[in-house]
């Protein structure tokens, strides 16, 4: 648990760099036909643009199905595969791609999320992901879920993960060439999990995360804010954020982020460029706050969300454009301001997030064992 009295004031800053921004027109911007995959060159390069602006973390969004059908349509590549692609790319920066619970394998998740930790060397996060749809659900032949399920099937495969995470005590690989024996057998276990809708025995393939725990993102629900590590609360205004804020601090979440999409100002007023996107196409209501206008006006929003969230999420509309203007004039004004908590190279994401490394629930205290 982090305590927000004893950290330093200021946010954690992450970005969501799923296509080419967050309206449906972004696209029109990207220099790349209609329906085109993002290149491997160009997420790399997102990356490497915010890890070296001294973001905290960067999130893969993704479905199980492709994007809306449409000319503006554009493909995307998984978005595990994308945070793993970009894992020995960077140093510090933390890596979240979005798993979807209700059409992944809770054993298979742990899995890719453990093994990105270790590429890594300890940045690894989840953005969890609930997809319930009917044809989102076709993707893996199962039929649709009620909210109650979907609440459940997400608790379960968080739960399971977690466990899966703790099956290798840290010091279960002892390399014992005299013996033979790569790891100690009896600092491995099965988690023998039992869930509504399925069951896991364990242990996990891979040894135990660096992290000890990759750190669980998840939007904001009741079932949620007790399991994971950040709460994000997507709210339209300030009062809102602040009063989910707080209620997720309650029921035991350590940290909270808010949601904030936005179009900044740059050759074209902010204004102006909102007009010609929607003139391409309709940007969904997400129930997020969203901020267009000047980057001094965007530092200022920040600022009153500082006294209620440990960090934000932005979600540029446009990334070729605004993600230039986050890093060239927002990011440095946060810093003037002392209101940015920038990682550093070799630390983990739960280091530069101020999460402690969790305790092995399998292992036994050193006084025991010795």
């Known amino acids: 648990m982090t305590d927000r009295e004893t950290r330093p004031s200021g946010l954690h800053l992450a970005l969501e760099a799923d296509g080419d921004g967050a309206h449906p027109a972004a696209w029109r911007h990207?220099?790349?036909p209609p329906r085109a995959v993002l290149s491997p060159g160009a997420v790399r390069e997102v990356v490497r643009t915010?890890?070296?602006?001294?973001?905290?973390?960067?999130?893969?969004?993704?479905?199980?199905?492709?994007p809306e059908a449409g000319r503006g349509a554009a493909g995307r590549l998984e978005a595990g595969t994308r945070a793993s692609y970009v894992s020995t790319l960077t140093d510090r920066i933390g890596l979240a791609p979005?798993?979807?619970?209700t059409t992944t394998e809770p054993f298979h998740l742990a899995t890719q999320l453990a093994s990105l930790d270790h590429a890594s060397h300890g940045r690894a996060g989840w953005v969890v992901g609930a997809a319930a749809g009917e044809d989102d659900l076709a993707t893996v032949g199962e039929e649709p879920l009620t909210a109650a399920e979907v609440l459940q099937e997400t608790a379960d495969v968080i739960d399971t993960a977690r466990a899966l995470w703790d099956s290798w005590e840290d010091d279960a690989v002892i390399k014992d060439t005299a013996t033979g024996r790569f790891l100690d057998s009896d600092r491995v276990h099965h988690i023998d999990f039992e869930g509504e809708?399925?069951?896991?025995?364990?242990?996990?393939?891979?040894?135990?995360?660096?992290?000890?725990?990759?750190?669980?993102l998840a939007p904001d629900g009741p079932a949620a804010d007790s399991r994971v590590d950040v709460v994000l609360?997507?709210?339209?205004?300030?009062?809102?954020?602040?009063?989910?804020?707080?209620?997720?601090?309650?029921?035991g979440a350590p940290l909270v982020f808010a949601e904030v999409e936005v179009v900044l100002d740059a050759q074209t007023p902010a204004a102006d460029r909102l007009a010609a996107l929607d003139a391409?196409?309709?940007?969904?209501?997400?129930?997020?706050l969203r901020h267009v206008g000047s980057p001094e006006s965007?530092?200022?929003?920040?600022?009153?969300?500082?006294?209620?969230?440990?960090?934000?999420?932005?979600?540029?509309?446009?990334?070729?454009?605004?993600?230039?203007?986050?890093?060239?004039?927002?990011?440095p004004l946060l810093s003037e301001a002392g209101l940015r908590?920038?990682?550093?190279p070799g630390d983990t994401l739960r280091e530069t997030l101020g999460l402690p490394r969790p305790t092995n629930r399998f292992a036994a205290p050193a006084a025991t064992r010795a």
Do not use: C, M, N, Y
């Not at 391409?280 to 997020?288: F, K, L, Q």
């Open 30 to 32: 990207s220099g790349r």
């Open 50 to 66: 915010a890890e070296d602006a001294g973001f905290s973390l960067v999130t893969f969004a993704d479905a199980p199905l492709p």
């Open 98 to 101: 979005t798993l979807h619970v």
């Open 197 to 216: 809708s399925f069951t896991v025995k364990g242990p996990l393939i891979t040894p135990r995360p660096p992290q000890g725990q990759v750190v669980v």
């Open 233 to 251: 609360v997507a709210r339209p205004d300030l009062a809102q954020v602040a009063a989910r804020a707080a209620s997720a601090r309650e029921a």
């Open 280 to 288: 391409a196409a309709d940007w969904p209501d997400t129930g997020r």
């Open 298 to 331: 965007l530092v200022e929003l920040l600022r009153e969300l500082a006294g209620a969230v440990d960090g934000v999420r932005l979600h540029p509309a446009v990334l070729a454009v605004d993600l230039p203007v986050l890093t060239g004039r927002v990011l």
């Open 341 to 344: 908590h920038p990682p550093r």
